[in-house]
């Protein structure tokens, strides 16, 4: 397999479809040495069945466990970390994480549990999980979805699961984009397995899944994620990270010149496009916000929306770490505590923010 190939299998059994899309790429031969430490990395931000569109199916990375033991290979980890807000132990039990390591014997690393170490990333020093170090070859697996902040997110931010809680804030605070950029210049992503089966075009978290019942594999992140931008109608240039670490030199951004190969009985559907936030996001004014806090507010107000109520808010809602220490109208999260109207939380949940925002809506539509 070349670094520029980009396979495509589509169907319903997932675990066979993943076996046979990593004997077409020939992924054995790529690892080679069977005492070689693999790190597996699936997207469990949150614990949420994988139907919901928002994390890693367990049967792709079933297949993946299969596939590795069946050649010998035993010195296998999954490694994941939730986002901020979520606990890491609730998505392992939900997304059946449990159940797979307790089945294949491979033990699962909780990130948000995991000690740090300090890097300098090609100029910016960042925070990793130390157990990235432990590992020679990492298999990627994430969900092909849209992101309310970046759009896209797929191989390249699917790193964020292995730095911890507190540098997550921290990435928000400096513009998210960079930072993903500078993360993949330091760990290295040796096989993608992009789960494209049911992945929500717009919440990270799920909600709206879009039943396309793929799989994709590469080894090239960055063209990875530049063909996910293809796929979902963006250009390139539209999710800076993607640029930017091909700057940095993780990997090409040039589609062009990727080599797409359909496994037999395969075909190049193509994705609908969808853009439910791009009304919603009007009606916010954010500044740093982590990708919990924010991804939990705009499908509230999306629920707010579906019930004629979302053009009846008067008011910008503030939202993230830029509003520390300031005073406004109306804010979710603690970083709003000093505004008129707030919801604290780090973060609250969609249920809550929806039920704030409700009342918030019915006292001033009374009071007008």
Same mark, same amino acid.
């Given at each position: 397999?070349?670094?520029?190939?980009?396979?495509?299998?589509?169907?319903?059994?997932?675990?066979?479809?993943?076996? *046979?899309?990593?004997?077409?790429?020939?992924?054995?031969?790529?690892?080679?040495?069977?005492?070689?430490?693999?790190?597996?990395?699936?997207?469990?931000?949150?614990?949420?069945?994988?139907?919901?569109?928002?994390?890693?199916?367990?049967?792709?990375?079933?297949?993946?466990?299969?596939?590795?033991?069946?050649?010998?290979?035993?010195?296998?980890?999954?490694?994941?970390?939730?986002?901020?807000?979520?606990?890491?132990?609730?998505?392992?039990?939900?997304?059946?994480?449990?159940?797979?390591?307790?089945?294949?014997?491979?033990?699962?690393?909780?990130?948000?549990?995991?000690?740090?170490?300090?890097?300098?990333?090609?100029?910016? +020093? $960042?925070?990793?999980?130390?157990?990235? *170090?432990?590992?020679?070859?990492?298999?990627?697996?994430?969900?092909?979805?849209?992101?309310?902040?970046?759009?896209?997110?797929?191989?390249? =931010?699917?790193?964020?699961? $292995?730095?911890?809680?507190?540098?997550?804030?921290?990435?928000?605070?400096?513009?998210?984009?960079?930072?993903?950029?500078?993360?993949?210049?330091?760990?290295?992503?040796?096989?993608?397995?992009?789960?494209?089966?049911?992945?929500?075009?717009?919440? +990270?978290?799920?909600?709206?899944?879009? *039943?396309?019942?793929?799989?994709?594999?590469?080894?090239?992140?960055?063209?990875?994620?530049?063909?996910?931008?293809?796929?979902?109608?963006?250009?390139?240039?539209?999710?800076?990270?993607?640029?930017?670490?091909?700057?940095?030199?993780?990997?090409?951004?040039?589609?062009? =010149?990727?080599?797409?190969?359909?496994?037999?009985?395969?075909?190049?559907?193509?994705?609908?496009?969808?853009?439910?936030?791009?009304?919603?996001?009007?009606?916010?004014?954010?500044?740093?916000?982590?990708?919990?806090?924010?991804?939990?507010?705009?499908?509230?107000?999306?629920?707010?929306?579906? +019930?004629?109520?979302?053009? =009846?808010?008067?008011?910008?809602?503030?939202?993230?770490?830029?509003?520390?220490?300031?005073?406004?109208?109306?804010?979710?999260?603690?970083?709003?505590?000093?505004?008129?109207?707030?919801?604290?939380?780090?973060?609250?949940?969609?249920?809550?923010?929806?039920?704030?925002?409700?009342?918030?809506?019915? *006292?001033?539509?009374?009071?007008?």
């Amino acid at each position: 397999m070349e670094k520029n190939d980009i396979y495509i299998t589509c169907g319903k059994e997932y675990k066979e479809m993943t076996k *046979e899309l990593l004997r077409e790429c020939g992924l054995e031969g790529l690892i080679g040495d069977r005492k070689t430490r693999i790190g597996i990395k699936p997207n469990l931000v949150a614990p949420t069945a994988a139907c919901y569109g928002g994390t890693t199916h367990p049967e792709v990375v079933a297949g993946i466990l299969e596939y590795l033991q069946e050649h010998g290979f035993d010195h296998m980890v999954m490694m994941e970390g939730s986002w901020v807000g979520d606990r890491t132990s609730e998505a392992y039990e939900v997304c059946g994480y449990r159940k797979l390591s307790e089945k294949y014997g491979v033990p699962f690393i909780d990130t948000q549990k995991e000690r740090s170490v300090a890097r300098n990333l090609k100029g910016m +020093e $960042l925070h990793l999980c130390a157990c990235v *170090e432990d590992v020679d070859f990492l298999i990627n697996v994430p969900v092909l979805k849209g992101h309310c902040q970046t759009k896209i997110t797929c191989a390249l =931010k699917n790193m964020k699961g $292995l730095i911890p809680n507190s540098e997550k804030r921290r990435f928000h605070s400096l513009g998210l984009h960079k930072p993903i950029a500078h993360l993949n210049a330091g760990i290295r992503q040796d096989f993608i397995v992009a789960d494209n089966i049911c992945g929500d075009l717009d919440f +990270e978290d799920g909600g709206h899944p879009v *039943e396309m019942n793929r799989i994709l594999a590469g080894r090239d992140p960055v063209l990875i994620d530049a063909y996910v931008c293809h796929m979902m109608h963006y250009q390139v240039y539209e999710v800076p990270y993607v640029t930017m670490a091909e700057a940095l030199g993780v990997g090409c951004g040039d589609i062009s =010149k990727a080599n797409i190969r359909m496994c037999s009985g395969s075909e190049n559907i193509q994705m609908p496009k969808s853009r439910r936030i791009v009304e919603l996001r009007d009606a916010v004014e954010e500044v740093e916000s982590c990708s919990a806090c924010y991804g939990y507010l705009i499908p509230a107000l999306d629920m707010l929306r579906e +019930e004629g109520l979302f053009e =009846k808010l008067d008011q910008k809602i503030c939202i993230g770490q830029g509003f520390r220490g300031k005073t406004g109208e109306l804010g979710i999260g603690h970083c709003t505590r000093n505004f008129r109207r707030h919801l604290d939380g780090c973060p609250p949940t969609e249920q809550q923010i929806y039920d704030f925002l409700k009342e918030y809506i019915g *006292e001033n539509t009374w009071e007008s």
